[in-house]
């Protein structure tokens, strides 16, 4: 049984930071594309950022690049997400995600094959 343990979040000021973590575990394939989703209320979900767990490879949305990193602990089947110079529209609910598909490819809610639990992020002004 596949399984997503979130931790981390909670409630900052702008200019602040806070850092998200995921364990995966029971997942079949060795290497695989891990990583962050976000929904804020009445807003579609989307892509924050990914990372390769083979070679590391990192993708980001356009609204976050330069703010927040993503890393991966190959040992640990952990990913982390390092959220820095946090802004008010940063808050929503933040879902771990997995997909056997390259992280090259996933770019919709429907490319992840399983979600966390979700974990969330408020940013105030």
């Known amino acids: 049984q596949v399984q997503l343990v979130e931790s981390g979040g909670g409630s900052v000021q702008a200019g602040g930071s806070l850092r998200l973590s995921c364990a995966v575990s029971g997942y079949i394939y060795r290497n695989y594309c891990m990583g962050w989703f976000r929904q804020a209320p009445e807003k579609e979900r989307e892509r924050v950022a990914l990372?390769?767990?083979?070679?590391?490879?990192?993708y980001y949305g356009d609204s976050v690049k330069g703010r927040f990193t993503i890393s991966h602990t190959k040992a640990k089947n952990t990913a982390y997400l390092q959220m820095n110079s946090l802004k008010p529209e940063d808050s929503a609910l933040y879902y771990c995600?997995?997909?056997?598909?390259?992280?090259?490819?996933?770019?919709?809610?429907?490319?992840?094959?399983?979600y966390g639990q979700g974990t969330q992020v408020t940013v105030s002004s």
């Open positions: 990372i390769s767990t083979g070679s590391n490879s990192t």
């Open positions: 995600a997995i997909s056997h598909s390259p992280c090259v490819v996933v770019q919709t809610p429907r490319d992840i094959d399983h």
